[in-house]
């Protein structure tokens, strides 16, 4: 079975530009996790999801972040407009409920904003 | 609120050494204890994991022993290889509400040849 599929690895864009994050998790999860790993920050979870439902987005970290789950197969977190402090890289997570709670991550995606 | 306390790093070790990471936790009631680890470029990784009090998790050598007596869940490993280095991270699974992981602040892992 694949694993959690996030797109794309690396982005660069300018400030101010509209940033999209694409995640793919695995087939039969019911839990969608998103994070932010920084060297100053450490990871933080930004949001999660259940069965599509967005449960807590306290981590996010102000309006120029929002992230939807219009299905069980597939997530975007978008950033607009991105500022240079939001350089980091994104993971994404999922789980089956009933599992012994342990998540599974993607490789990430590098974001660079110049 | 849960959370995790790992010793700080950087770790550097010779090939063959003994490892130990430590990692202590404040958490209501009895989480589950998880390590995962995450190498260069790559996403975290479960490596072990132990749900209940005196529960031994192990896999490719690394083991940790959930100590309710003394909220630890430290990281072992008796002799290291090269390609152990990466970050390794401690976390606990929530009691209550979607068992979110909360994660410890990660100890970087550096094994010379």
């Known amino acids: 079975d694949a694993g959690v599929i996030q797109s794309p690895r690396h982005e660069v864009t300018e400030m101010g530009q509209e940033v999209t994050l694409r995640c793919k998790p695995i087939?039969?999860?019911?839990?969608l996790f998103w994070y932010r790993q920084t060297m100053m920050r450490g990871l933080e979870l930004l949001i999660y999801f259940n069965n599509n439902v967005p449960i807590d987005d306290s981590g996010m970290p102000e309006d120029r972040f929002s992230a939807k789950m219009p299905n069980a197969s597939f997530s975007t977190l978008k950033i607009q407009p991105s500022e240079p402090r939001d350089s980091a890289v994104y993971f994404c997570a999922s789980r089956r409920a009933g599992d012994t709670y342990e998540q599974y991550f993607g490789p990430g995606t590098r974001l660079t904003v110049t | 609120g849960d959370s995790v306390t790992q010793m700080e790093g950087p770790v550097t070790l010779s090939e063959e050494a003994f490892l130990t990471i430590n990692c202590t936790y404040t958490?209501?009631?009895?989480?589950?204890l998880f390590w995962y680890v995450q190498y260069p470029g790559e996403g975290l990784q479960l490596l072990l994991k132990a749900t209940k009090a005196d529960d031994k998790g192990s896999n490719k050598g690394f083991e940790a022993t959930y100590r309710k007596e003394t909220t630890s869940f430290h990281l072992e490993k008796g002799s290291v290889q090269v390609s152990d280095s990466a970050v390794y991270f401690c976390?606990?699974?929530?009691?209550?509400?979607?068992?979110?992981?909360?994660f410890g602040q990660g100890t970087r892992l550096t094994i010379n040849p």
């Open positions: 976390a606990l699974s929530e009691i209550k509400g979607a068992q979110k992981l909360v």
């Open positions: 958490a209501t009631g009895y989480p589950s």
């Open positions: 087939s039969g999860h019911d839990y």
